[in-house]
């Protein structure tokens, strides 16, 4: 069975820019989370998506955004980059089970210079 | 709402050392609770989870934890550490709300080194 995987791997952008990551879950799963893991900051929880609908959103500003496709693949988009936007995003998918585990990819790296 | 603290973002053990690295948690109500492992430039993998059975939890590679309600605890051990097992550790919580999402709050991180 897959895992999850995403796309880019790596990505070097310019303040200002944006940028769009995407996230293919495991199949038959639902629930698509994303994460931002910084040295500082550590993982901060971005949203999370459920059949096409945000259920969850972190305490990040608008310029962060995402949204789910009907395969349950999912994107996230950060508009107007900014310096501190360089971290390790990470998305999770879930079946969406009460207890369900959350299964991580291997990130998408992004450096803003 | 919910926090996750662990003690100490450095942990160095001898191998073959037991290896105990610390997590507590805040919330109102028993929530879910997650140790998660990740090695360098990869994603996290699940060690084991607690969601309200056995309070003694097994988990992959020897790694088990126990809920500890009282202490607000779910530290994880394991009784031999290899030098594999160097990597960083991550706590999560999540709550037991079935409403609440997959949303998990993960505390800040011990990197585990083992010694030779």
């Known amino acids: 069975k897959a895992g999850v995987t995403q796309t880019p791997r790596y990505l070097i952008k310019t303040r200002g820019q944006q940028v769009t990551l995407s996230c293919s879950p495991i199949s038959g799963h639902r629930s698509v989370s994303w994460y931002q893991q910084t040295p500082g900051q550590g993982l901060q929880f971005l949203f999370e998506y459920f059949s096409e609908t945000q259920r969850n959103k972190g305490n990040f500003p608008g310029r962060f955004s995402g949204r789910q496709f009907s395969n349950s693949r999912s994107e996230m988009n950060v508009s107007t980059l900014e310096l501190g936007d360089s971290a390790l995003y990470l998305c999770?998918?879930?079946?969406?089970?009460?207890?369900?585990?959350?299964?991580f990819g291997e990130g998408s790296r992004l450096t803003v210079l | 709402a919910q926090s996750v603290t662990q003690l100490g973002s450095h942990v160095s053990v001898s191998e073959g050392a037991l290896v105990l690295l610390r997590c507590n948690y805040s919330?109102?109500?028993?929530?879910?609770l997650f140790w998660y492992v990740q090695y360098p430039n990869q994603g996290l993998q699940l060690l084991l989870k607690y969601t309200s059975a056995a309070t003694l939890v097994k988990g992959i590679n020897g790694f088990e934890a126990e809920f500890k309600k009282s202490e607000t605890s779910f530290h994880l051990t394991k009784p031999s550490a290899h030098m594999s097992d160097a990597a960083e550790y991550f706590c999560a919580v999540r709550s037991s709300n079935n409403n609440a999402g997959n949303m998990l709050t993960f505390g800040g991180g011990t990197r585990l080194m083992v010694k030779p």
């Open positions: 999770a998918s879930s079946s969406g089970l009460p207890t369900g585990e959350l299964f």
């Open positions: 919330s109102s109500v028993p929530p879910y």
